[in-house]
């Protein structure tokens, strides 16, 4: 094309040429054969005009091509871009889907032990436990039990303590609701909120759905309803690429569990049977994320109305 286009520009010259030894020509002479020599000088003008428009025509061309190579070139690109948005979630993830947990087997006293651990250890960060309750609404607001510090918050005798301070906290809580289970429960309650809210339960999610168990983010909200309702979410950064030294990833599960106080009479999922939901995300904080969901999680407080938390 290019070859063409030097191939015009050279004509188009070599008329200009001839225009000008002709226009030198007619010059010249009588008036009578300036006359005579008037036609040759129109056709040679429309002859120059019709390369000049030839000429324009192919570089025209050759210009509209040459940006359909380019948009061509740039073709997988944008779709690759596209590709991203739309991208499947890591491993076997879903947008969202269901997920049955198990508690340890109450015969297990090492497993329950070593749940416990993890919740005093978590308790004692006193930043990744979030409460929503009837009295208690503000995003951030942690779970104001007492928590052992250092080396004795590892030990049997700290997480004892976890849990008699825990236990009181949530005895306060129940007691406040009217209408609410026998008080005689709640050592039950405490104990699967206790086995939610520690390791074991994440990292046999990542396993089950084939997702990298890298130590991203993770933040746990305990949530009672003004009925009594009694239910807990786990936060926490997925990523399907592992980035040493990365906190954050670019999707976040939130996994919600059904009532774990088991009212009579009341319908729902069974308690272990949770519900989560993978979203892909810029945030890298997951704080922020949770305070995105304090309405809908004030909406269930309120009315016991979780599906568009749980949706959400």
Not at 6 to 16: D, I, N, V, W, Y
Not at 222 to 237: D, L
Request: hydrophobic share 40%; aromatic share 8%.
């Amino acid at each position: 094309m290019a070859a063409l286009t030097k191939s015009a520009a050279a004509g188009a010259t070599a008329f200009l040429q001839k225009t000008w030894e002709t226009w030198s020509f007619v010059e010249g002479g009588s008036s009578s054969e300036r006359s005579q020599r008037g036609p040759l000088l129109a056709l040679v003008v429309v002859l120059l005009l019709v390369v000049l428009v030839v000429a324009a025509l192919l570089l025209l061309r050759w210009w509209r091509r040459r940006g359909q190579d380019g948009q061509a070139a740039r073709r997988p690109l944008i779709s690759g871009v596209e590709a991203g948005r739309r991208r499947t979630f890591p491993g076997k993830l879903a947008a969202s889907g269901t997920f049955k947990l198990e508690d340890p087997d109450p015969a297990d006293n090492q497993a329950i032990a070593e749940r416990r651990r993890d919740f005093t250890r978590i308790l004692s960060t006193n930043r990744d436990i979030w409460i929503f309750t009837h009295a208690s609404r503000s995003p951030g607001a942690v779970l104001p039990v007492d928590a052992p510090s250092g080396s004795f918050a590892a030990t049997e005798e700290g997480a004892d303590r976890s849990y008699s301070h825990f236990k009181t906290w949530l005895e306060g809580e129940m007691a406040a609701l009217p209408g609410w289970l026998d008080q005689g429960q709640i050592p039950q309650l405490v104990d699967r909120l206790m086995f939610f809210i520690s390791a074991t339960p994440g990292f046999d999610f990542k396993m089950h759905h084939e997702i990298p168990a890298v130590d991203l983010q993770a933040k746990y909200v305990i949530m009672v309803s003004k009925t009594g309702q009694v239910r807990a979410a786990w936060y926490a950064f997925v990523t399907d690429k592992v980035t040493p030294g990365a906190t954050s990833g670019p999707f976040v599960v939130k996994l919600v569990t059904g009532d774990l106080a088991q009212l009579a009479g009341r319908g729902g999922i069974a308690p272990d049977d949770c519900t989560y939901t993978t979203s892909a995300t810029r945030e890298t904080d997951l704080g922020r994320i949770i305070s995105e969901h304090a309405e809908l999680i004030s909406t269930g407080v309120d009315t016991d109305d979780w599906q568009p938390y749980l949706r959400a």
